[in-house]
């Protein structure tokens, strides 16, 4: 995978990803990888500081969660209202990026 479209993308995945349900950063990881058939791999140097980003904007919320396995609270992610909001908003700009680049093949 280009690194290049990974990280214009790594929002719109992120969002996407957790639309269908919380979790936390390695959770979401994995959940990546699976849904992409092992085609998107998200690096914790790349995942941590888009979460972040993600939750400064006000597109996540974040809670400390104590593991049922136990061990250490981690941090679970939920999306907000105007999480999905803006993930409405990117795919809708992507399916046109998408469209326009279809074309030109």
Known sequence: MDLNLLRGNLDL???S???REGGYGQDISKRVDALTGGEIRLNAGSLYPA?????RAGFLTAS???PARGGPPV???LLTDAGRAE???RRESY???D???????
């Not at 979460?51 to 939750?55: A, I, P, T, V």
């Open 13 to 15: 995945i992120l969002l």
């Open 17 to 19: 990803v957790l639309e």
């Open 51 to 55: 979460l972040h980003r993600l939750e």
């Open 64 to 66: 400390s969660v104590t």
């Open 75 to 77: 941090k679970t992610y």
């Open 87 to 89: 993930l409405g908003r």
């Open 95 to 97: 399916r046109s990026f």
């Open 99 to 105: 469209e326009a680049l279809r074309s030109l093949w």
